[in-house]
Nanobody, 118 residues
Framework: QVHLVESGGGLVQPGGSLRLSCTASGSLFGFNVMGWFRQAPGKGRELVASIPSYSETANYADSVKGRFTISRDNFKNTIFLQMDSLKPEDTATYYC???????????WGQGALVTVSS
């Protein structure tokens, strides 16, 4: 069992910045990929960014490349999403995701609401 706790999020004006964090706890071992997905009202959930435990090579959605940066601290089992130059279309609930690469185990965070509006 893996438990994810997210923090961050909130209301920000267009062009502003926010930082999300997500800490994993529980039965953690082996290679895994952690990332952020988002879901806007009336839309499906989409991948924003992900990063594996065994590499610093991150994967980004085209819509956030150059504006968002994902990073992780493996010692603290925590990932971060630095969001800069935010746009109204970034408004969504952001979900942290953990997926083991060695076991059939996946977990989701409770979601953090990000609202970009003037």
């Amino acid at each position: 069992q893996v438990h994810l706790v997210e923090s961050g999020g909130g209301l920000v004006q267009p062009g502003g910045s926010l930082r999300l964090s997500c800490t994993a706890s529980g039965s953690l071992f082996g290679f895994n990929v952690m990332g952020w997905f988002r879901q806007a009202p009336g839309k499906g959930r989409e991948l924003v960014a992900s990063i594996p435990s065994y590499s610093e090579t991150a994967n980004y959605a085209d819509s956030v490349k150059g504006r968002f940066t994902i990073s992780r601290d493996n010692f603290k089992n925590t990932i971060f999403l630095q969001m800069d130059s935010l746009k109204p279309e970034d408004t969504a609930t952001y979900y942290c995701n953990y997926k083991s690469q060695q076991r059939p185990l996946e977990a989701w965070g409770q979601g953090a609401l990000v609202t970009v509006s003037s």
